[in-house]
């Protein structure tokens, strides 16, 4: 196992009909600007709960944080929390609502002219940054962001990320039921997220972490035995409950620590978003199967060892073992109605050239593991992603 360090201050709240308590987890006298996407927030009843939490605060409402957030929308909220002295900022939302404030709060506190900086860090944390402390509400269960240091965000036609641990979320109201009303692609777009943030995490190679590996080999077989279920069955509690929970913990840095991480489905998925407009989940879908079936010498250990645990193949040579796996995940991702070919998307393959010049021109040319996927290996990945 390698050396780690793990730290994770997000305080979890869980469960049924808690909002009433969202008063008592921010400062007394603090102003608060609550932050949401469309209108299904208000809709559904969730914003006029969180209000009706927060009744012995001042309150702020900024509405209209797109998938896929944008710097120039993020900007307008910024502007507003220095206008109105806002003291804690609450997302209400998926990952891309809190993803989105997550930059606001850096952006809002950064002392420089030009807070496009912020971009340019990648996974690297920002030196010497400060941020407005944040909380979540979670109505989308997917990305995990709810519970780490990292977000994303899109800006002149590409998806940059940003990490810093000044944006942990101070707590993270994490209510199931919240979730029942999400129209069925976006639950099926979340198991897949939750189970290639695991895989992104898991099939490397080994390193002997091995609570590590039962950990995320939970998470795995979990979103296999409710993926289904909770999709058909919206309003099942525990389905969607168990769901809520491997969702957070898929990324909340407990199982990438001291071991190897991989990645490369997510740097070329963004360009796929960014490009086409194609939703972060079903890109995922569409790009692990191609990129293990081109790595699949350099993570085959792990990959018999996926096959095995996860998908109980025993029988047969090692290749047929891993090439089995990997059909079986594909499978799966059909089973909950998300299609794993980039032509289902209407991509073709004189498209594959575009998508190679974003990834160069991001920097993003040796990914994975290893390192050793250069933007030729992404493009054989892309190709077997037709």
């Known amino acids: 196992m390698n050396n780690f360090d793990f730290y994770n201050p997000t305080h979890l709240v869980f469960g049924k009909e808690r909002l009433g308590e969202l008063d008592n987890l921010i400062p007394p006298a603090a102003k608060v600007l609550v932050l949401y996407g469309g209108g299904s927030v208000k809709k559904f009843g969730t914003l006029a709960k969180v209000l009706a939490g927060l009744k012995n605060h001042k309150v702020v409402e900024f509405g209209g944080i797109e998938p896929n957030p944008q710097f120039t929308t993020l900007m307008k909220a910024v502007d507003i929390v220095k206008k109105e002295n806002i003291d804690f900022l609450l997302a209400v939302g998926g990952g891309s609502v809190i993803d989105g404030t997550k930059f606001i709060s850096l952006a809002a506190k950064y002392e420089r002219e030009n ?43 590409g998806k940059y990320v940003i990490y810093s641990a000044e944006v942990f979320p101070k707590f993270s109201f994490l209510d199931p039921t919240i979730t029942f009303s999400l129209p069925a692609t976006q639950v099926a777009n979340g198991v897949v997220d939750a189970f290639i943030h695991t895989t992104e995490q898991y099939l490397t190679f080994p390193v002997d972490g091995r609570f590590q590996d039962r950990t995320a080999e939970g998470i795995m077989q979990t979103l296999i035995e409710i993926g289904r279920t909770t999709i058909d069955e919206p309003t099942n509690y525990e389905a969607r409950a168990n769901l809520v929970v491997c969702a957070t913990m898929a990324l909340n840095g407990l199982t990438c620590s001291g071991v190897p991480q991989d990645w490369t489905s997510h740097m070329i998925g963004h360009e796929l978003t960014a490009i086409f407009g194609i939703d972060h989940g079903k890109t995922l879908a569409v790009l692990l199967p191609a990129v293990l079936t081109v790595l699949k010498e350099q993570k085959r250990a792990k990959l018999l060892q996926y096959a095995e ?76 992603a037709m």
């Open 115 to 157: 807070p496009e900086e912020l971009l340019k860090f990648g996974f690297t944390p920002i030196p010497g940054c400060k941020a407005v402390p944040l909380g979540t509400v979670v109505t989308i269960p997917a990305t995990g962001s709810e519970m780490n240091n990292c977000a994303v965000i899109s800006y002149n036609h």
């Open 309 to 384: 645990r996860i998908w109980n193949i025993t029988d047969g040579d090692e290749a047929s073992r891993v090439d089995l796996a990997i059909s079986k995940t594909r499978e799966f991702f059909e089973s909950l109605g998300i299609k794993t070919r980039l032509a289902d998307y209407n991509v073709t393959e004189d498209k594959i050239d575009d998508v190679v010049k974003a990834l160069q021109q991001h920097g993003m040319t040796a990914l994975s593991e290893s390192g050793k996927v250069t933007l030729e290996v992404s493009r054989k990945i892309l190709e077997g």
